[in-house]
């Protein structure tokens, strides 16, 4: 494969290495990996007993009628949005997936005649950038910084780039920074897809974790301006929502167009969703009790974090996700530290993102996973606050 040297390598076997031998701390705690340590809801496990025989068989790629519904319902609660469920909604087996297949459909050979660019924010989810490779595109990595809100500006990017462009990339809130993206940048983003006609990829797997304010979503600001939700695929996921990493189960939503061409790519490459594990899906998506209870979870331990850390490493509890992202100085001087004195594992910030011309602007953070019980975590601040 001639783009295979530029991909990616995990930010975890990055970490590995970096700590490969180090003596580490009592009682390590790990906070490097962004999955939730909650119970999952207690409606999981009958669930699956009663579909147990349709593991005997192949799922459709479009998944079960009662699914689509059920997504329909919910996009329609939290985004006054109507969607076509045959048409407009598609099971994932875990967001990554669909991520990555997404951009073989936005990206097409050429792009007024020269090699596509996908635009990717810098820091970012590693999936973006192999997808982009795999599917032929030059990915181009836009800084998301303090003075950029933590969110990348896209405006900025040069016109020549822009003109190029097939796709982008967005994850909100912001998978390390937690930063939400509000009305204002998401209509500036669509006015920027519809000028220069490129799709936008909206990863919002973290919209349902937040602490104030639901996160305004791409499929009700798009809405306003393209019913037929032109130009946009947004992504949503159960592994943050309802504490099932493990059941790999999300949903892509979007224009009915890229949905065809998404549906027929994924009906020959991709992963369907088992049927009991859609039945759980289903249920999952009809109910928030479990979800506001989770919220209140990582609600107290942003408190915890706040009032442990809070003037200290650029501390905010962000508008969303259930990261910290501290900027310690040195990411990887500060992770080898806290896993050497402390037995805390954290991620070095600059795993997640690449060198640009103005730097890597992951270099001084390093992203603290909140994901564990609020017992854990506030032993697991203390520990921070004192080896920093
Ligand atoms: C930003 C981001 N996007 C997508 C995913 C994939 O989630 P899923 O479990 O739905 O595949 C993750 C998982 O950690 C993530 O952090």
């Known amino acids: 494969m001639p783009n295979f040297d530029a991909m990616p390598t995990s930010p975890f076997t990055r970490l590995n290495k970096l700590l490969e031998g180090v003596t580490h701390g009592p009682d390590p705690i790990v906070m490097s990996v962004g999955e939730p340590q909650h119970a999952p809801p207690d409606f999981v ?57 997404a951009a073989f459909v936005a990206v097409p050979e050429k792009k007024n005649g020269k090699r596509p660019a996908v635009l990717i924010p810098n820091p970012f989810y590693q999936a ?12 181009v990595y836009v800084n998301a910084t303090r003075e950029s809100g933590f969110l990348p500006d896209f405006a900025s990017v040069p016109r020549d780039v822009l003109e190029r462009t097939a796709a982008i990339y967005i994850c909100s809130p912001s998978n390390p920074e937690g930063a939400a993206a509000n009305g204002a940048y ?34 009700e600001i798009r809405s306003e301006t393209s019913r037929s939700l032109e130009r946009l695929l947004a992504f949503h996921s159960l592994s943050k929502r309802s504490n099932l990493a493990g059941l790999r189960s999300g949903f892509v939503a979007g224009n009915a167009e890229l949905m065809a061409k998404l549906v027929q790519f994924r009906n020959v490459t991709g992963p369907q969703l088992p ?87 992951g270099k001084s953070f390093i992203r603290v996973a909140l994901v564990n019980d609020i017992e854990t975590t506030r032993e697991a601040l203390d520990r921070i606050a004192r080896i920093l």
């Open 186 to 219: 998401w209509r500036q983003l669509f006015a920027l897809a519809d000028e220069y006609d490129f799709t936008v990829l909206a990863d919002e797997c973290y919209g349902e974790i937040y602490t104030e304010t639901a996160p305004t979503g791409a499929l």
């Open 275 to 361: 049927l009991p594990l859609a039945a759980v899906s289903t249920a999952a998506w009809s109910d928030e009790t479990h979800v506001v209870a989770n919220r209140a979870l990582y609600a107290e331990k942003f408190q915890a974090a706040q009032a442990k850390l809070g003037n200290r490493f650029g501390f905010h509890i962000p508008a969303g996700s259930f990261f910290l992202w501290l900027d310690v100085g040195d990411g990887e001087e500060a992770a080898l530290k806290l896993w050497r004195e402390g037995g805390v594992k954290v991620l070095p910030g600059g795993y997640l993102a690449r060198e640009t011309a103005q730097g890597n602007p």
């Open 45 to 101: 496990l009958p669930i699956i007993e009663r579909h147990l025989a349709e593991f005997a068989k192949y799922p459709p790629i479009i998944g079960p009628e009662p699914l689509r519904q059920a997504v329909a319902q919910w996009v329609k609660r939290r985004y006054r949005v109507e969607l076509d469920p045959a048409r407009q909604i598609l099971p994932l087996v875990g967001t990554r997936e669909g991520l990555f297949s």
């Open 128 to 139: 973006y950038s192999a997808a982009a490779l795999s599917a032929g595109a030059d990915p």
